[in-house]
């Protein structure tokens, strides 16, 4: 085991066929993952996906509903004609970045692992294709009302 380390703790790649052409394909995935204030890359036949917060998730850890909906990730879905449609390969990881050890710790491979799966199988209904897993929860949204609450700035030191 390393002292540091910054690759991901999960990672994940899968191969998938749907009977769509590609151009559906990404246009389905852009549309599903654009709801909830995912930042989205298009770039030819490669979708980026980046989700959650790693702020929140260092904050609030695996030990809160909010931080566990906020877990850095990156999905990346690159898309390629084939006989029967669109070959699909999808690659998830997280993003937690630089840290101390492996990041095993708290719960934390789990809580990745479960959201890793949680969003490659929202993914691949989206597409149309059948994978086993748990579904896709979003990361909780604004709090509604609450742009028209006054802001309080944070205090310095005076």
């Not at 959201?115 to 059948?130: I, M, N, P």
């Amino acid at each position: 085991m390393a002292l540091f380390s910054s690759d991901p703790v999960v990672a994940k790649k899968e191969h998938w066929t749907s009977p769509q052409p590609p151009h559906v394909v990404l246009q389905a995935l852009t549309e599903a993952f654009s709801h909830h204030g995912e930042k989205l890359r298009h770039v030819g036949p490669r979708l980026e996906v980046r989700l959650g917060s790693r702020w929140k998730f260092t904050h609030l850890g695996p030990f809160f509903a909010q931080g566990r909906a906020n877990i850095p990730l990156v999905l990346v879905f690159v898309t390629a004609p084939s006989g029967y449609g669109t070959a699909i390969t999808a690659h998830a990881f997280d993003t937690l970045g630089f840290r101390l050890g492996d990041g095993s710790v708290f719960g934390v491979p789990e809580a990745l692992a479960w959201r890793v799966e949680e969003f490659l199988t929202y993914a691949a209904g989206v597409v149309g294709v059948h994978r086993p897993g748990p579904a896709a929860r979003p990361a909780p949204g604004p709090v509604p009302g609450a742009e028209s609450l006054p802001r309080q700035e944070p205090r310095g030191f005076q």
